[in-house]
C-alpha cells in the first residue's frame, strides 16, 4: 500500500480529493496539510511514499516544496496537481505534475509510477466528472 500526504489549502477540496483516491485499495492518504510548510513538518513525521499537492499553496507554494522535499527527503516522491495544463515552472524541478482533468485511471497510475511501484489494484474506479463537479462546487463556496 502507498501511503500518501495529501496537501490542499482548501479542507473540502482535501476531503472530495481523498475520498476519490480511496476508489483505489492500494492508496492510503495517512496525514494532510494546508501549506507548504505544515507539509514539510508532515513529511517528516509520516514519512509518506509520495506527497499529492497542490501548485497553489499559501506559505510555500507547491513547486518550492517539492524543490525542499527532493533536497531534503529524496526517497518521497511528489506529485503536482493543477487545473491548468501548462505549467509557470521547470518541470524538472518537480517528479510529476497532473492535470485533474485526466482520468482517475491517469492520475492513480502517475502515483505509482512516481513511486516506483506498480498498481496491483484494478479496482473500479467511480467517473471522474462527479468529482470534478463536486471539486468545482466546493471551491466556488
Given at each position: 500500500?502507498?501511503?500518501?500526504?495529501?496537501?490542499?489549502?482548501?479542507?473540502?477540496?482535501?476531503?472530495?480529493v481523498?475520498?476519490?483516491?480511496?476508489?483505489?485499495?492500494?492508496?492510503?492518504?495517512?496525514?494532510?496539510?494546508?501549506?507548504?510548510?505544515?507539509?514539510?513538518?508532515?513529511?517528516?513525521?509520516?514519512?509518506?511514499?509520495?506527497?499529492?499537492?497542490?501548485?497553489?499553496?499559501?506559505?510555500?507554494?507547491?513547486?518550492?516544496?517539492?524543490?525542499?522535499?527532493?533536497?531534503?527527503?529524496?526517497?518521497?516522491?511528489?506529485?503536482?496537481?493543477?487545473?491548468?495544463?501548462?505549467?509557470?515552472?521547470?518541470?524538472?524541478?518537480?517528479?510529476q505534475?497532473?492535470?485533474?482533468?485526466?482520468?482517475?485511471?491517469?492520475?492513480?497510475?502517475?502515483?505509482?509510477?512516481?513511486?516506483?511501484?506498480?498498481r496491483?489494484?484494478?479496482?473500479?474506479?467511480?467517473?471522474?466528472?462527479?468529482?470534478?463537479?463536486?471539486?468545482?462546487?466546493?471551491?466556488?463556496?
Amino acid at each position: 500500500m502507498l501511503r500518501l500526504l495529501l496537501v490542499d489549502e482548501d479542507a473540502a477540496v482535501r476531503e472530495g480529493v481523498r475520498a476519490w483516491l480511496a476508489l483505489d485499495a492500494g492508496l492510503k492518504v495517512v496525514s494532510e496539510a494546508a501549506d507548504g510548510v505544515q507539509t514539510l513538518m508532515q513529511v517528516r513525521v509520516y514519512r509518506p511514499d509520495v506527497v499529492v499537492m497542490n501548485v497553489a499553496l499559501p506559505l510555500l507554494d507547491g513547486p518550492a516544496t517539492a524543490e525542499v522535499l527532493r533536497a531534503t527527503q529524496p526517497r518521497c516522491a511528489v506529485v503536482l496537481y493543477s487545473l491548468t495544463d501548462r505549467p509557470a515552472w521547470p518541470l524538472t524541478r518537480v517528479h510529476q505534475l497532473i492535470n485533474l482533468t485526466q482520468t482517475p485511471a491517469v492520475i492513480f497510475e502517475t502515483i505509482y509510477r512516481v513511486s516506483g511501484r506498480v498498481r496491483q489494484s484494478r479496482r473500479p474506479t467511480a467517473p471522474h466528472d462527479v468529482f470534478f463537479r463536486w471539486s468545482s462546487a466546493a471551491r466556488s463556496t
